[in-house]
Each structure stands twice: as C-alpha cells, then as structure tokens.
C-alpha cells in the first residue's frame, strides 16, 4: 500500500530565505505525487502534481518540486520565502493500485520569520 | 467559477447528538469525496462517489457515519450518534473525474467540536 511521510512537523525560515519541505512516499508502482497548501480556516489547494511527465515540477506562486524516483522522494522547494507562504502544507500519493485514492502526510507547518 | 461549497463552517454538539454537513461540488463535477481531517493530521478520506454510486467507503464508520448523494450533485454526510473522536474538520472535495491525475478541489471545511 502507498504511504507518504513528511519529514518535520514545522519548518522556520526567514522572510528571502530558501523553503525545503521534505516528502517521502512509498508506492510500489509508479506514483502520482502532489503538494496541496492549507492556509487558516480553509481547504487545501493544489500547489503541485507529478504524473509521471518531467521530473521537475513547476507550481503556482513559486513552488517547484522533484521527482526522484532512487530515493523515493518528492521535496517542494522555493527559492525564496514570502510571509503570504506561512501555511500548512500538505504532500500525497496515489496509484493504481490503491484505486487512485489520494493518501495524504500529515503535513508540515511553514512559519516565515520577518 | 464557483468553488466547492460547505455548510456549515463551524458546529459544537455534545456527545450521542447527531449532526449533518452539506456539500455543494463544482458544477459538473462527478466525483466527490469526503474526508475526515484530525488536529494535527492530513485529511483523510471517508468516502468518494462517483455520480450518486459510492466508489469507496472502505474508511467509513458505517456504525455511525452515513453519507448519501441523491441525483449525483449535492452531499449530506451524517454522523449519528457522535463521539468525543469525532471532532474534526471535515472536508468536502470534488473533482472532475476520478482519473488519476485530475485535481481535487476542496471546499473550506466544517469544523466539527464534540464536547
């Protein structure tokens, strides 16, 4: 079964800084990766997706993440941090073989530090 | 374009109440899901339907939960008699297909407290 773990319950950076946000997944075929933002009292947002196309993955406001299939990875970066980035970020999985269910980490908090 | 639709945003209701959420999709959506979010936790997905058939409900409390989607637009999804562990957000999505690389589209949320 597909599993995903996000490393680091909270992250802090500095307002200009660079943002990495750690995502493993575990899929024992090729996956679809995502990375979905939750700001205060809203639902998520779609940052991101992997379909298996290009390995680099550009988002919106930014974002970017990699697909590296050798060390099962899916890490959203951002050169540099703005203080409208502090929210709540969440990185997913699905395959065929769980149906295409979307299994979601348990999400990492970003703060951004004036 | 509208977005996905919930009512209501926030409900307190003591244990053993019952309590029921609306979900509005996106116009021409077929898919919905509802998924259960726990302080702390990702979302977690309690059932999808596809049109008004249910394609998965393998995570939902059956003894307690019940979610319906009469003519395969809107969504009720109800909890009868509800626990202390209930409380959560629950979190209504829609997308257009269940295809695989379809996104879903979320609605803001219920935020559900059981006292």
């Known amino acids: 079964a597909q599993s995903v773990t996000q490393l680091g319950s909270h992250v802090s950076v500095s307002e200009g800084a660079l943002v990495l946000l750690r995502c493993n997944y575990s899929?024992?075929?090729?996956?679809?990766l995502f990375w979905y933002v939750q700001y205060p009292n809203q639902g998520l947002q779609l940052l991101l997706k992997?379909?298996?196309?290009?390995?680099l993955v550009k988002g919106i406001n930014g974002f970017e993440a990699e697909f590296k299939k050798s060390e099962t990875s899916f890490h959203l970066t951002k050169p540099s941090a703005h203080m409208s980035d502090a929210a709540e970020y969440f990185c997913a999985v699905s395959d065929r073989t769980g149906g295409f269910k979307t299994i979601f980490g348990a999400g990492t908090r970003l703060f951004v530090k004036a | 374009e509208a977005g996905v639709a919930q009512s209501p945003r926030y409900k307190i209701i003591e244990k053993r109440q019952s309590v029921a959420f609306w979900c509005n999709p996106i116009?021409?959506?077929?898919?919905l899901y509802w998924y259960q979010q726990i302080l702390g936790q990702g979302p977690k997905l309690l059932i999808q339907?596809?049109?008004?058939?249910?394609?998965?409900d393998s995570q939902l409390p059956k003894d307690r939960f019940s979610a319906e989607r009469l003519k395969g637009v809107d969504s009720t999804l109800k909890i009868q008699p509800a626990k202390l562990e209930d409380s959560a957000v629950y979190l209504c999505?829609?997308?257009?297909?269940?295809?695989?690389?379809?996104?879903?589209?979320f609605g803001p949320g219920t935020r559900l407290t059981v006292t």
């Open positions: 339907f596809q049109n008004n058939g249910v394609v998965d």
């Open positions: 999505a829609s997308s257009f297909s269940d295809g695989d690389t379809y996104e879903q589209y």
């Open positions: 992997y379909t298996s196309a290009a390995t």
């Open positions: 116009s021409g959506h077929a898919t």
């Open positions: 899929s024992s075929v090729p996956p679809y």
